[in-house]
C-alpha cells in the first residue's frame, strides 16, 4: 500500500509517497503561487499512485478543529490567494481517501518526535525561525490542538533594553516573529543573516529573544526536548547563545534537563516536515 505526503510550506510545496515501512518511492518539490496552479501540480504526482492516505502539513493559519464549518481549510493566511481554501475538501474530491490534516511545524515536530532528535520521547516542540517563526508541539505522544493550533511565532516578549527596532510582523509589530525573524535581523542590521558574521551583535540579541520564547514555552508545557529548525538556525553559533541566555532568563526556577541536550538542532533537517506528514498518513490508515 502507498502513502501520499504534502509539506505545504509558504515557499514550496514537498509532495512524497511512501510504503509501509516509510520508505521514500517518489518525491517532487512545486512552487507555491497560487491553489489552482499549484494544486494541478500536486494532482498530477499523486494521480500516477494508488493512495490510502494523504497526510498534509499546511503553513496556515489553518483550521484543524473537527467540529468547525472550515475544517480543512487554510483561513487568514498573509498569502492572501490561499486564503479561505478548502485544502483537505479539494484533497477528498479527488481521492476520496481519509487526509490527515496539521500544520507544517506540527508535522515537523512529529517527525522528530518519531524519527528525530525526540526519537523515544513522549514530548517535544519544534520551532521554526526563518522567514517567519512557527511552532508545533507534540504532548503524550499526541499533536497539540484545541480551537485551534499553537501559533507560538506570535507570542508578545520582552524587548531587549538595547533594542528599538519596532518590530516587522504586519499584525502585532514586536512579537516574537516581528523581533526575531529573518527580515527583522535584516531591517535591523543592514545585512542578510548569512551575511553577518558568527560575532556580531546581531546574534547575541536573537538569542536573547528566542532564549526568552524558550523559556515562555518552558513554563507552560515542560516539553522533554525543543529542537531549533529553520535557516536562521543554520547558523550554529546561535546554540551557544540560546543555552546561554536561556539559563540567566528561567534564573532557576525549574529544573530541565541539561541545556545542551534539552536545546538542540533538529534531527532530520530539512525532512522533517514530509517525514511528519507521511506518519501521519500511515497512522491516518491506521486508525490511530
Not at 511545524?105 to 512529529?110: F, G, I, R
Not at 517563526?133 to 504532548?139: D, L, P, S
Not at 516581528?178 to 527583522?184: D, I, N, T
Amino acid at each position: 500500500m502507498l502513502y501520499g505526503g504534502i509539506e505545504a510550506g509558504g515557499t514550496k510545496f514537498v509532495c512524497a509517497v511512501c510504503n509501509e515501512d516509510l520508505a521514500i518511492l517518489e518525491r517532487v518539490s512545486i512552487p507555491t503561487t497560487v491553489p489552482e496552479e499549484t494544486m494541478a501540480h500536486v494532482f498530477a504526482f499523486f494521480d500516477q499512485f494508488d493512495l490510502v492516505t494523504i497526510g498534509v502539513g499546511s503553513f496556515g493559519p489553518i483550521d484543524v478543529n473537527p467540529k468547525s464549518a472550515t475544517f480543512g481549510y487554510v483561513t487568514s493566511t498573509p498569502k492572501l490567494a490561499w486564503a479561505n481554501y478548502d485544502f483537505v475538501g479539494s484533497l477528498k474530491r479527488r481521492y476520496n481517501i481519509p487526509v490527515a490534516w496539521t500544520t507544517d511545524v506540527n508535522a515537523a515536530a512529529y517527525g522528530e518526535l518519531k524519527k528525530g532528535a525526540a526519537k523515544g520521547k513522549d514530548s517535544c516542540i519544534y520551532l521554526t525561525v526563518g522567514t517567519g517563526i512557527g511552532g508545533g508541539a507534540v504532548v503524550n505522544g499526541q499533536i497539540l490542538s484545541g480551537y485551534g493550533h499553537p501559533e507560538m511565532g506570535h507570542i508578545l516578549v520582552r524587548r531587549h533594553p538595547n533594542d528599538h527596532y519596532e518590530g516587522k510582523c504586519p499584525y502585532h509589530k514586536d512579537c516574537l516573529e516581528g523581533l526575531a525573524a529573518g527580515p527583522a535581523i535584516e531591517a535591523r542590521s543592514g545585512k542578510k543573516g548569512q551575511d553577518l558574521v558568527p560575532e556580531d551583535d546581531a546574534w547575541k540579541l536573537e538569542a536573547f529573544y528566542l532564549a526568552q520564547a524558550l523559556v515562555d514555552y518552558t513554563l507552560v508545557l515542560a516539553p522533554e526536548i525543543i529542537i531549533l529548525g529553520g535557516g536562521v538556525m543554520k547558523q550554529k553559533q546561535l546554540f551557544p547563545l540560546i543555552q546561554q541566555s536561556f539559563k540567566k532568563q528561567i534564573a532557576a526556577y525549574v529544573a530541565t534537563p541539561s541545556l545542551e541536550e534539552y536545546i538542540v538542532p533538529c534531527a532530520l533537517e530539512d525532512n522533517a516536515g514530509i517525514t511528519g506528514c507521511l506518519l501521519l498518513a500511515l497512522e491516518e490508515k491506521s486508525g490511530k
